[in-house]
Nanobody, 126 residues
Framework: QPELVESGGGLVQPGGSLTLSCRTSGFLFDHYNIAWFRQTPGNEREAISCISSGGAGSYADSVKGRFTISRESAKMTVYLQMNSLKSEDTAIYYC????????????????????WGRGTQVTVSR
């Protein structure tokens, strides 16, 4: 059974940086696309970035140029490097797995994200 565990959240000042980790297990890590979402109270989860099994990243306009997604096969972990953080980046961040497609050169933020972690809180405030 796939398992995804997020970590690395915390409190950071505007303009600061954080790196989130999504440690995974229970599936063939190199075969599948993985994404990062975020959610604020009263709002739907927003897909912000994904990385294909081939290592190509995609980004929502809200984070493009500030966030970088990467993956490390040896640790079965996906990272989200977040720079130039803004107060509006405050949210619970989740990673998600799409098992519907293997060996994809690219990913779509509208993929079939059907396995989720429990999230990690990121708060951007002075």
């Amino acid at each position: 059974q796939p398992e995804l565990v997020e970590s690395g959240g915390g409190l950071v000042q505007p303009g600061g940086s954080l790196t989130l980790s999504c440690r995974t297990s229970g599936f063939l890590f190199d075969h599948y696309n993985i994404a990062w979402f975020r959610q604020t109270p009263g709002n739907e989860r927003e897909a912000i970035s994904c990385i294909s099994s081939g290592g190509a990243g995609s980004y929502a306009d809200s984070v493009k140029g500030r966030f970088t997604i990467s993956r490390e096969s040896a640790k079965m972990t996906v990272y989200l490097q977040m720079n130039s953080l803004k107060s509006e980046d405050t949210a619970i961040y989740y990673c998600a797995l799409d098992l519907s497609r293997e060996w994809s050169a690219r990913c779509s933020l509208d993929g079939h994200w059907n396995h989720w972690g429990r999230g990690t809180q990121v708060t951007v405030s002075r």
